[in-house]
């Protein structure tokens, strides 16, 4: 059983900052891509920012520039490093993995969603 769980959001101001991680556990022989996405009230999830295992990034364009996602591979972990934030950025934040595990193909997994509110 794999799981990945994020934590770091919360609320703040516009123009502020928070740090995004995300952790994964259980039987895994390799992690591929990992990535950000985010969901708001009455809208569809969308791509926030991903990463491949060589480190390259890939970020919507409504992000570039504000923030920045890497990874600590030892650790199984995706950040996601926000700055600017502005009102529009208010989401569930949810990682994503592309993850082997013993015997099956490759998948990808999704954690439970940590929410993102920016607000004054």
């Known amino acids: 059983q794999v799981q990945l769980v994020e934590s770091g959001g919360g609320l703040v101001q516009p123009g502020g900052s928070l740090r995004l991680s995300c952790t994964a556990s259980?039987?895994?022989?390799?992690?591929?891509?990992m990535g950000w996405y985010r969901q708001a009230p009455g809208k569809e999830r969308e791509l926030v920012s991903t990463?491949?295992?060589?480190?390259?990034?890939n970020d919507a364009d409504s992000v570039k520039g504000r923030f920045t996602i890497s990874r600590d591979s030892a650790k199984n972990t995706v950040y996601l490093q926000m700055n600017s934030l502005k009102a529009e950025d208010t989401a569930v934040y949810y990682c994503?993995?592309?993850?082997?595990?013993?015997?099956?193909?490759?998948?990808?997994?999704w954690g439970q969603g940590t929410q993102v509110n920016v607000s004054s």
């Open positions: 259980g039987r895994i022989l390799r992690i591929n891509d």
């Open positions: 994503s993995a592309k993850i082997r595990v013993p015997f099956r193909l490759e998948g990808t997994y």
């Open positions: 990463i491949t295992s060589g480190g390259n990034t």
